[in-house]
């Protein structure tokens, strides 16, 4: 991001040397509220914060720029909600920076910006429905971090802009207090030019600031499943943000699972958090660390960029991994259709089944994610090897087969096959088992409505009336209810994607007539990314 900057990226500022001091900066824009470092050694990546018109900020890393250290030791925990808290209102529209300040601010700082152009851009007006990636917001308007932080994508960038440096200041110090963003370029100005010709010391000030949303869920937020503390972060010889997922402090276990069992006693609560971080939590990172290890190792090569990357596993004195960290599959780049999504998401299905031999289980839509490189998966938390087993009495056998009775997957396949719904017997047979069939399932499902993941509007083309919809549903449900049971044609991952292949050369040769079949059944709702099924398994398990 070509912006100006301020004071001395990788040096650590005194509040008593700082001073506002308007400076030219070299292309010809001007930049405010410096910070110079004299007669101090540079501190490389230990910067705690960049001085500004007397106000501290915590500056945060970025790919080639922003070269500070993380503050991981700033990520505090968060309790959920009492229950029977009043339910929040709606959020109110929030307004937008004017067309022409638009246009200055991204001509002047996002020109050179590669996760501003190369198909990351997507501000409101570029998104149906959906979270954009770029905010611009005049700070005037008594915005909120909380209200930003929830009309942002995972990862995107807010830009507060203002005419009055105090603004800028205030509100920019107020979401680097609160958690969940960081900032990386602290308040700074450039000039409006006049007539756009760049004649010195003539011009409006604009002055901004842009901070980024790093958390994956809202301080205080609480979902229906216990996850990871999850945030984007940095790790020593990688450029730019990855994903940093630990396992969570036994205070924010305890305050799960005191919101979700309100009438249990205190005791109670800490002897099954206790289980939780010590237990099932680190026994699950630990194994997905090695399941991302055996990806990279056996996934053909092309496809191996659709799945996460181990880039380092922190480890506790056991040799349990507390902390995981991963390369980050952010949604973006262009619009894909549906078939497309389908076609993509079968293909990788299929080389993870057959040549890498793991099964995910958990393929929820917000275990999906729509990169640059293609439709992609996350989350192996609760992956197993093709054919693995396990000890009968051991922790890992009562996890697996708990997940396989009580998880999201398997309870929507038992009430579709009570249903009917589900005639093939190659599914039905995956019912409350660790088997292909059920990531085969599930992907049926939700090929039919990708977005239902709101991170998908805007990122894949989908009509539920028009024919590329309806003669998916005519496969699915082939899938689903094969005209005989006894000889269904689809059993397997591959199975499906020559169907979509098959599928997608009619679509080629003109309009199919629509199928006469019903649409097939609703799938399970999205619940959180980097949700832990198993959690659900242990509340219910009584651990």
């Known amino acids: 991001m070509n912006c100006p900057r301020l004071g001395m990226w990788g040096e650590r500022p005194t509040a008593a040397r700082a001073v506002q001091a308007p400076t030219e900066h070299e292309n010809g824009i001007s930049i405010g509220w410096v910070a110079p470092v004299a007669d101090s050694p540079p501190v490389s990546r230990k910067v705690t914060g960049v001085i500004a018109s007397g106000v501290e900020f915590p500056v945060a890393p970025h790919a080639s720029i922003f070269r500070t250290q993380w503050r991981m030791d700033q990520m505090a925990d968060h309790t959920a909600p009492a229950p029977g808290a009043k339910p929040q209102r709606p959020p109110r529209k929030l307004a937008a920076v004017n067309g022409v300040l638009l246009k200055l601010i991204e001509q002047r700082c996002f020109a050179d910006d590669p996760e501003y152009q190369n198909g990351l851009r997507m501000t409101p007006s570029d998104v149906t429905g959906g979270l954009p990636y770029h905010l611009f917001l005049p700070a005037e308007a008594a915005i909120s971090p909380e209200e930003v932080f929830s009309a942002l994508r995972w990862g995107g960038r807010a830009v507060l802009v203002a005419a009055q440096p105090g603004v800028i200041t205030d509100l920019a110090q107020r979401f680097s207090r609160w958690e969940g963003w960081v900032l990386e370029q602290p308040p700074a100005w450039i000039r409006q030019r006049p007539w756009g010709l760049p004649l010195p010391g003539l011009g409006r000030r604009v002055h901004y600031a842009v901070l980024r949303k790093v958390d994956l869920m809202k301080p205080g937020e609480t979902t229906d499943r216990f996850t990871y503390f999850t945030r984007l972060g940095h790790v020593e010889s990688t450029d730019g943000y990855v994903v940093v997922k630990r396992v969570p402090t036994l205070d924010r276990v305890v305050a799960r699972l005191r919101y979700k069992f309100p009438e249990l006693s205190l005791e109670d609560l800490h002897r099954r958090a206790r289980k939780f971080t010590d237990k099932i939590f680190p026994v699950l990172l630990t ?204 059993r397997t991952a591959r199975d499906l994607l020559n169907g979509l292949r098959r599928l997608e050369k009619d679509l080629a040769h003109g309009p199919i007539a629509p199928p006469s079949s019903p649409p097939p059944p609703d799938g399970a709702e999205s619940s959180g990314p980097f949700a832990s099924h198993s959690s659900d398994t242990i509340a219910v398990m009584g651990m």
């Open 287 to 490: 194994r997905e660390a090695a399941m991302l290890d055996i990806l990279q190792r056996d996934m053909p090569e092309p496809l191996r960029e659709r799945v996460p990357r181990c880039l380092k596993a922190e480890k506790d004195a056991r040799g349990f991994v507390h902390t995981l960290y991963m390369n980050w599959l952010r949604n973006g780049g262009r619009e894909i259709s549906q078939l497309q999504f389908a076609l993509q998401s079968a293909e990788l299905l299929t080389a993870l089944h057959e040549t890498a031999g793991v099964l995910h289980l958990d393929l929820r839509l917000d275990n999906f994610v729509i990169t640059q490189r293609g439709v992609g998966f996350i989350d192996f938390g609760s992956s197993v090897r093709d054919r693995e087993t396990f000890a009968p009495t051991s922790l890992l056998a009562t996890l697996f087969q708990e997940m396989m009775r009580t998880c999201q997957v398997q309870r929507t396949l038992d009430r579709l096959c009570q249903q009917g719904q589900v005639t093939n017997p190659v599914l039905r047979g995956a019912l409350h088992r660790v088997d292909k069939a059920v990531d085969l399932f599930h992907l049926t499902l939700l090929i039919n409505k990708p977005t239902a993941q709101p991170e998908f509007k805007g990122l894949v083309r989908y009509d539920p009336a028009g024919p590329e919809a309806q003669c998916i549903r005519n496969l699915t449900d082939e899938v689903l209810r094969p005209p005989d049971p006894a000889r269904p044609r689809y």
